[in-house]
């Protein structure tokens, strides 16, 4: 409890325990500092749960070290928790960092953080030990989460184990004043990591300069893989055509946007617009990937978007290749559907010409995380490096003795673990029905157990009786625990936000598909929530999904379902669906009226599928999940605002309530015949959308009184969709929550699925 304090100078002691991400980031030395500059005795120490401060001084001394303290935090540390007391003076000769032991409890372990200002000004200054080396780090940035290998946070439990550190680097480590004091990952050009240029495929090495080589290796041309933080980027020009067409054959993305990396933010700013919180972002030592509305375009990167995603260097090295070359194509060198690759040895000829890589080992892949900013918030679509492992505190009511784990869905899925108060959700792991993504998930289950200390009690799984990581939940001999799959995405910002047990919110949950408990394909779902359970309050008409996931993968089939159920057999011959041969019209209005393979789904995903495709906007057959719902919103964007929107029903006579879309695909249609715009149609769609929730939500409001909505959901990328429902709703006085530090896609259902847990075993 925070006491009194009286301005006296005699002799005073405070014992302080602060919480938070403060172990492994350069926080004792940072207290080292602070105590002894304002005369302080004491010790600092990790504890159990966090740092535990003692400092013998005067009172008024005390208040510029609570200041200094909440000022000039490490850029690493988090502070999630500070408390105090005054205490009896023990009688301390000098402050010291008591090194021992650390206690159990729950161990933070930070992200990888990109090169700080003065690591940059040293491989910057000709001279200087560290001048171009690719490997230079301190306390406040560098390698972590993706080099750590088990517990402790020691330089022997990392890949950096293997290098011996040298009598100079040795001396930073050791002192205290030193901004290189206990960085694991120290390293100079003497003793560090070492890079090496190779040819793909036979292996041969290039002579020095290899940077310089490298620069102009990428200048002609050719195609780079480039050894990062959590794995090899495949790198080339951007503005040489043939560069950027040979790296689209190699990763089979034909239009499927490329990420950027840029030299500086004005070097962004020529290409993209940008408003003070991207600016903040792109620059946060997380680096994300951000995506920005176009200025300039530059041909075949993003050809279907409106935005270009864009970071800026996060590692010594790409500072140094950056500085020659301005702009790079930086993706992630996976193959089709596999994880990003981390080790040299898996790169072939077939995946580019030549590998700039090191010897500094990957413990732990991660991607880059990609997010943008809507309303001034960020909007994750993955959240990876920089942001993995931030551990997710939850409410205090809810804390269990239980250690959880949870394993997600199948698509865009991660883990997450609960331990002590705290949940911790892994990076992005891709695709699970790809077999190699699946051995990504094991790997990365094995990797949180060691780091973490974890050993699990219980493990809860999607309700999806197939998906693999379901598979794997019950093999596991575990108590296991199967939720439901929109109940889960509306946990997920529940625990974000910390709401509490008695709130019960209205939760809107728009994806593609998740498996619902009527056995049908769910997916445009309203459900009033709490933490212990959900009634479905109202949710999409339900619609034919004709062939299950050749529906999804072929967005026509959604477009003439819908007809169908608008028009019957006699719905008007639109242009875009007379691409279509009517051998498989027939062929899929069989499976309909049969019923063949064909479930019922009340999907937004697959009702944004079908409208994208009538007004002549999607592929027949798609490149990538979310293709077709892509093209209408960037349509949309491009339309002149309007508050029109179409009709649609409002089915009230039994719960669950439906909302059907027929008489606006019927509108639709007709506009269609008259050549409306797809713009102007992309547009009023989603206003209706947007309406059509306010709708349910004031029908909730009257019924129940709740006044909270939670919006959510994959569909809830759409960054129009999700600005339009925030706004209308809270012009009408609803509270809207939405993820913020986590994904709305299927990214989150683990977390969600650890709150569920923790309902199960709270108290
Ligand atoms: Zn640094
Ligand atoms: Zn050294
Ligand atoms: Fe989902």
């Given at each position: 409890m925070p006491c009194s304090d009286h301005k006296t100078n005699q002799l005073k002691a405070y014992r302080?325990?602060?919480?938070?991400?403060?172990?492994?980031?350069?926080?004792?030395?940072?207290?080292?500092?602070?105590?002894?500059?304002?005369?302080?005795?004491?010790?600092?120490?990790?504890?159990?749960?966090?740092?535990?401060?003692?400092?013998?001084?005067?009172?008024?001394?005390?208040?510029?070290?609570?200041?200094?303290?909440?000022?000039?935090?490490?850029?690493?540390?988090?502070?999630?928790?500070?408390?105090?007391?005054?205490v009896e003076p023990e009688g301390h000769h000098k402050f010291i960092i008591d090194r021992t032991g650390a206690g159990e409890s729950f161990v933070f372990i930070s992200p990888d953080i990109a090169t700080c200002p003065e690591c940059l000004k040293e491989i910057e200054t000709p001279g200087e030990r560290r001048y171009r080396y690719p490997f230079t780090n301190c306390t406040n940035c560098g390698p972590r989460y993706t080099i750590v290998k088990k517990l402790p946070y020691d330089r022997e439990n990392t890949t950096m184990a293997s290098f011996k550190m040298c009598p100079d680097c040795r001396h930073e480590y050791e002192n205290p004043l030193d901004r290189r004091y206990h960085a694991q990952p120290i390293a100079c050009p003497q003793c560090g990591p070492q890079l090496v240029l190779l040819e793909a495929g036979t292996g041969k090495p290039l002579g020095q300069p290899l940077v310089e080589t490298a620069i102009q290796l990428v200048k002609q041309g050719k195609i780079l893989a480039v050894k990062g933080l959590g794995g090899f980027h495949l790198i080339c020009n951007p503005f040489h055509p043939q560069a950027v067409s040979r790296l689209r054959k190699i990763k089979q993305r034909k239009v499927k946007p490329l990420a950027l990396m840029a030299r500086d933010l004005e070097t962004i700013d020529e290409y993209a617009y940008l408003s003070r919180a991207e600016r903040d972002w792109l620059t946060s030592p997380f680096r994300p990937i951000v995506l920005l509305r176009k200025k300039k375009d530059i041909p075949e990167i993003a050809p279907e978007a409106d935005t270009l995603g864009f970071m800026l260097p996060y590692t010594p090295l790409h500072h140094l290749l950056l500085k020659e070359l301005k702009v790079i194509v930086a993706t992630s060198s996976n193959r089709k559907d596999a994880p990003i690759i981390k080790d040299g040895v898996e790169i072939g000829p077939e995946l580019g010409d030549f590998i700039l890589t090191h010897n500094r080992d990957i413990a732990m892949r991660a991607d880059d995380s990609v997010m943008r900013v809507i309303n001034s918030g960020p909007l994750f679509s993955r959240r990876a490096r920089g942001f993995v492992p931030f551990p997710q505190r939850i409410p205090d009511f809810m804390k269990s003795k239980a250690s959880i784990l949870a394993v997600g869905g199948e698509l865009k899925n991660t883990i997450s673990i609960y331990k002590n108060g705290y949940i911790v959700t892994s990076q992005f792991l891709g695709d699970l029905d790809d077999y190699q993504n699946f051995s990504y998930f094991l790997e990365t289950i094995d990797h949180f157990k060691r780091l973490f200390d974890f050993k699990p009690d219980l493990v809860i799984s999607d309700l999806h009786p197939d998906f693999r990581s379901t598979i794997y939940a019950r093999s596991t001999g575990l108590p296991h625990y199967l939720l439901q799959h929109h109940f889960a995405h509306l946990l997920a910002p529940m625990i974000e936000h910390q709401v509490q047990s008695e709130d019960r919110v209205l939760g809107v949950s728009f994806d593609g598909y998740g498996y619902g408990d009527d056995g049908q394909a769910w997916g445009g779902e309203f459900l009033l929530t709490d933490y212990c359970g959900y009634k479905r309050y109202a949710h999409l008409d339900y619609v034919p999904l004709p062939g299950g996931d050749a529906a999804v993968r072929e967005p026509w089939r959604m477009a003439l379902s819908f007809l169908l159920k608008a028009f019957?057999?006699?719905?008007?011959?639109?242009?875009?669906?007379?691409?279509?041969?009517?051998?498989?019209?027939?062929?899929?209005?069989?499976?309909?009226?049969?019923?063949?393979?064909?479930?019922?789904?009340?999907?937004?995903?697959?009702?944004?599928?079908?409208?994208?495709?009538?007004?002549?906007?999607?592929?027949?057959?798609?490149?990538?999940?979310?293709?077709?719902?892509?093209?209408?919103?960037?349509?949309?964007?491009?339309?002149?605002?309007?508050?029109?929107?179409?009709?649609?029903?409002?089915?009230?006579?039994?719960?669950?309530?439906?909302?059907?879309?027929?008489?606006?695909?019927?509108?639709?249609?007709?506009?269609?015949?008259?050549?409306?715009?797809?713009?102007?149609?992309?547009?009023?769609?989603?206003?209706?959308?947007?309406?059509?929730?306010?709708?349910?939500?004031?029908q909730a409001r009257q019924e129940t009184g709740i006044d909270k909505i939670i919006l959510t959901g994959g569909v809830f990328l759409n960054r129009?969709?999700?600005?339009?429902?925030?706004?209308?709703?809270?012009?009408?006085?609803?509270?809207?929550?939405?993820?913020?530090?986590?994904?709305?896609?299927?990214?989150?259902?683990?977390?969600?699925q650890i709150a569920y847990g923790l309902s199960l075993t709270a108290r």
């Open positions: 302080l325990l602060v919480r938070g991400t403060v172990q492994g980031v350069g926080f004792r030395p940072f207290i080292y500092r602070l105590a002894t500059r304002l005369n302080f005795n004491g010790y600092v120490k990790n504890v159990g749960e966090g740092v535990e401060i003692y400092l013998e001084g005067s009172s008024s001394d005390f208040e510029r070290f609570l200041k200094a303290l909440k000022d000039n935090l490490p850029p690493l540390a988090r502070m999630e928790s500070l408390d105090w007391l005054a019957g057999e006699e719905f008007p011959q639109l242009k875009s669906l007379t691409r279509i041969p009517s051998q498989k019209k027939k062929a899929v209005k069989q499976l309909i009226d049969k019923k063949i393979h064909t479930p019922l789904t009340s999907s937004a995903g697959r009702l944004f599928d079908a409208v994208s495709y009538l007004a002549g906007l999607a592929p027949e057959k798609i490149e990538f999940e979310a293709q077709a719902p892509a093209r209408l919103e960037t349509a949309a964007s491009l339309a002149c605002p309007t508050a029109r929107s179409y009709h649609y029903l409002f089915l009230k006579d039994k719960l669950p309530y439906r909302l059907d879309f027929t008489p606006a695909i019927k509108e639709i249609a007709e506009e269609l015949t008259r050549e409306q715009a797809p713009e102007i149609i992309a547009i009023k769609f989603h206003n209706t959308l947007a309406r059509a929730i306010l709708d349910v939500s004031f129009i969709l999700l600005e339009k429902t925030e706004n209308i709703l809270k012009k009408n006085a609803f509270k809207v929550l939405r993820p913020v530090y986590y994904s709305p896609g299927d990214e989150s259902l683990s977390l969600g």
